[in-house]
């Protein structure tokens, strides 16, 4: 399942959902991200997500389909918001559920590398009144390159 | 046809949308890269290093060989950094 959104999201709720009445499912696995203060105590940090709504969506719901297709799942699940957040704030929860742990885990990882080189999103941090666009990592796309396979390289 | 800018692009380009019509010899993403560079000084600035710009035809990635038809919607980026 897919959510993109602005508000907020309880994350115990949307855990327990993806495994009840799931009696084949053994693990829950998951990663959530946060918005860190960049700019250090006592100076206003925050920080603007922006995206490219229609796109998002469907990216989002191919990296779904792709971990369904990569490993022995039962669910995925995907959130991400958008707007302007603040330090502490959740910004996105990826889980997978399946019998084994290998399987969730693996999965959960993958889904967090692609996403943060494919799905179309911009944060832009505001430090001490001034914004500024965030620069790609090229760690993000070193991370996300070993789950390549032959097919989609070139 | 609809080209789209996100974050610093549309910053630099100085709109978010806009309706264009390249001439018939702009086929690929490339060439409308190329072609669109020369439409404003922002626009010059915002397709100032193609290495960095990102493509989407119709809301899927596109590289710079890829070509494009009338009706299509082309998006233009910077590399995404959400997560």
């Known amino acids: 399942m897919?959510?993109?959104?602005?508000?907020?999201?309880?994350?115990?709720?949307?855990?327990?959902?993806?495994?009840?009445?799931?009696?084949?499912?053994?693990?829950?696995?998951?990663?959530?991200?946060?918005?860190?203060?960049?700019?250090?105590?006592?100076?206003?940090?925050?920080?603007?997500?922006?995206?490219?709504?229609?796109?998002?969506e469907r990216q989002l719901q191919r990296l779904e389909a792709e971990a369904l297709a990569r490993w022995p799942l039962d669910r995925v699940l995907i959130i991400h918001r958008h707007g302007r957040l603040l330090p502490g704030d959740r910004i996105v929860l990826c889980a997978a559920t399946a019998s084994h742990r290998e399987a969730a885990f693996e999965a959960c990882a993958f889904l967090m590398d692609w996403l943060k080189t494919k799905a179309p999103f911009w944060k832009r941090e505001e430090i001490d009144g001034k914004s500024s666009w965030v620069a790609a990592r090229q760690d993000d796309e070193d991370a996300a390159a070993r789950w390549q396979t032959d097919e989609q390289s070139g | 046809m609809k080209v789209l800018y996100f974050a610093w692009r549309r910053d630099r380009v100085g709109l978010s949308e806009e309706c264009v019509e390249p001439p018939v010899d702009v086929a690929t993403v490339g060439e409308l890269i190329a072609w669109l560079a020369q439409r404003s000084p922002g626009h010059g600035e915002a397709f100032a290093d193609p290495a960095i710009v990102r493509c989407a035809i119709n809301q899927d990635y596109a590289k710079a060989d890829a070509r494009f038809s009338a009706g299509d919607e082309v998006a233009f980026f910077p590399p995404v950094t959400g997560g």
Do not use: C, W
Request: hydrophobic share 45%.
């Open chain 1, 2 to 56: 897919i959510k993109v959104q602005r508000e907020d999201f309880d994350v115990g709720a949307e855990l327990a959902a993806m495994s009840r009445d799931r009696e084949n499912v053994g693990a829950v696995a998951s990663f959530m991200g946060l918005v860190r203060d960049v700019a250090g105590p006592g100076e206003l940090s925050a920080m603007t997500l922006e995206h490219y709504p229609g796109m998002t």
